[in-house]
């Protein structure tokens, strides 16, 4: 009996914790269907009748549609070359031996402490001597060289991979790209998942290198334009369009993140082999 009190109590509590998480996403879709005065003044869940006005204010500021694309041709590759790269890198320092494998071990873990702003003039006049500036490429290209995914997937290499498994692999003559292919990133796959969500958010919220870097208003990121909203003489009269356009740039972090999270739990228990 006194399990079962536990165990309700306990179910509760997450229900309460699980509604508070959804609470501030139902306020933001709410307010993106009223108007700025009615969410200055009060406070409700119910929603409003501003959602037609709201999208046209936004549309009178920026091509929604527009951001959404340029934020997608910059999202989706850099997520995607970021994962690989960074699944390839770790396992090669997971499984092979080589001089100056801890030196560059350590250097990972450094670079991890390191705020990205630090390099953020020297990354600026980089770019500008490649004549690259107002271009995606030094958006999407530094993705590949992710220490802080690096270092997680060579954890989880290390504690999920048989190196039996590669001996085997080995002796029936599969090269090395073939095995990493064919047997080590599906094993990988449920990590490689986790931190794809992570690279996905930030690559999608990314705002200020686009904001430095892209000169051409048609080429803006979503983030970039949902900030001239923000920045505009209207401040107060813009709230709604804001929540709006924001309610919107959240749709495809919380597909990828249901996506996902499905597929780790598939992962898992299908293609975990240690033991």
């Known amino acids: 009996m006194a399990t079962k009190i536990k165990k309700a109590i306990l179910y509760i509590l997450l229900i309460l914790l699980a509604v508070t998480c959804l609470v501030p996403f139902l306020l933001m879709m ?15 869940l119910i929603p409003g009748h501003n959602l037609k006005e709201n999208w046209d204010l936004v549309f009178s500021y920026f091509n929604l549609f527009l951001g959404f694309w340029n934020s997608l041709k910059v999202a989706i590759p850099a997520t995607i070359l970021g994962a690989y790269f960074s699944a390839l890198t770790a396992y090669a320092m997971a499984v092979y031996k080589f001089k100056g494998e801890k030196i560059l071990f350590y250097v990972i873990v450094i670079f991890m402490m390191i705020p990205g702003q630090l390099g953020l003039i020297g990354f600026y006049n980089l770019v500008s001597a490649l004549h690259l500036t107002d271009s995606y490429i030094p958006l999407i290209i530094p993705a590949i060289a992710a220490p802080g995914t690096v270092f997680f997937l060579r954890q989880y290499v290390l504690s999920v991979l048989p190196m039996e498994l590669l001996e085997a692999a080995r002796i029936d003559g599969a090269r090395e790209l073939h095995i990493f292919h064919k047997i080590v990133f599906p094993i990988m796959a449920p990590g490689v998942a986790t931190m794809a969500i992570g690279g996905f958010i930030g690559n999608w919220n990314s705002y200020l290198v686009p904001l430095i870097l892209l000169n051409t208003p048609k080429k803006f990121t979503l983030p970039v334009m949902i900030s001239s909203l923000s920045a505009s003489q209207n401040i107060a009269s813009n709230q709604g369009a804001t929540y709006l356009a924001v309610a ?6 919380m597909i990828v993140f249901c996506f996902c999270s499905k597929y780790i739990i598939s992962s898992i228990s299908a293609g975990s082999v240690k033991g």
């Open 30 to 44: 709410v307010n993106s269907t009223r108007s700025a005065t009615e969410i200055m003044t009060s406070f409700t």
């Open 248 to 253: 919107i740039s959240v749709i495809p972090i």
